[in-house]
């Protein structure tokens, strides 16, 4: 039998306390991986995006993202636009959901060579903060109405600044209560937010438009920024 020495056993405690102080790390090291966390953590900013027309679709998924941002707790939901326009009644289904938000909606027209152009323009008008990026646009919010709308919308369906008119010139009775009703909603939501209330009014009788420059010296948005990085 081979006999151990004193100088072994001293070697092999050392080795032993060695081993037993690495276990921790270890143990880090090789258990599995957490589960990655959900799309929404709490003090997350959240990213949207709304990109062509306006439709159902649109509100619906808008509508759904800011009930979700704020369970989870988010502090800031970006919600960046690239749009022609779309249907009256998502975009109010939207601004509603805005306004209802209990946590601050920042809507930014992005990237550059992006439009914010009649509904999105009033959902820029309902966000907490209004921002554009350089190169871009919002505006021309003058509503019409559509006949055999594509896409499952009603055959009179009312679109915000896209299309013809139908039923008669734009100074007909129907197309002044159209003009009437979104200039007020429009001029609410500039009051609401303090924003240029006059321009607000211009943007649905006349359908002006400004870029991202000129609206900020109209004091129509609060902030040009040319990426999210420089937005937050």
Not at 85 to 110: E, N, Q
Not at 125 to 141: E, I, K
Not at 170 to 180: F, H, I, S, T
Request: hydrophobic share 45%.
């Amino acid at each position: 039998m081979k006999a151990f020495t004193t100088g072994n056993c001293g070697t092999r405690a050392h080795s032993l306390l060695l081993w037993l102080s690495l276990l921790p790390i270890l143990a880090v090291i090789l258990s599995p991986p957490l589960p990655a966390a959900g799309p929404y953590t709490a003090g997350e900013v959240v990213m949207l995006e709304i990109q062509d027309a306006i439709g159902p679709a649109t509100s619906d998924y808008v509508e759904r993202a800011l009930q979700d941002a704020a369970a989870s707790g988010a502090q800031l939901v970006i919600l960046r636009m690239d749009t022609p326009g779309g249907l009256d009644t998502a975009m109010r289904t939207i601004v509603k959901a805005i306004l209802d938000s209990p946590v601050p909606v920042a809507g930014f027209v992005a990237p550059a060579g992006a439009r914010a152009a009649s509904a999105g323009t009033y959902i820029l008008y309902a966000s907490h903060v209004a921002a554009m990026a350089p190169a871009t646009n919002l505006g021309a919010a003058t509503p019409v109405q559509l006949v055999g709308v594509p896409g499952g919308g009603s055959d009179k369906e009312k679109e915000t600044g896209q299309g013809q008119a139908a039923g008669g010139p734009p100074g007909d009775a129907k197309q002044r209560k159209l003009v009437n009703d979104a200039a007020a909603y429009l001029r609410g939501l500039a009051q609401l937010r303090g924003r240029n209330a006059a321009w607000a009014e211009e943007a649905v009788r006349k359908g002006v438009s400004l870029s991202a420059t000129e609206a900020l010296k109209a004091g129509v948005i609060d902030l040009v920024a040319g990426d999210t990085g420089e937005l937050l």
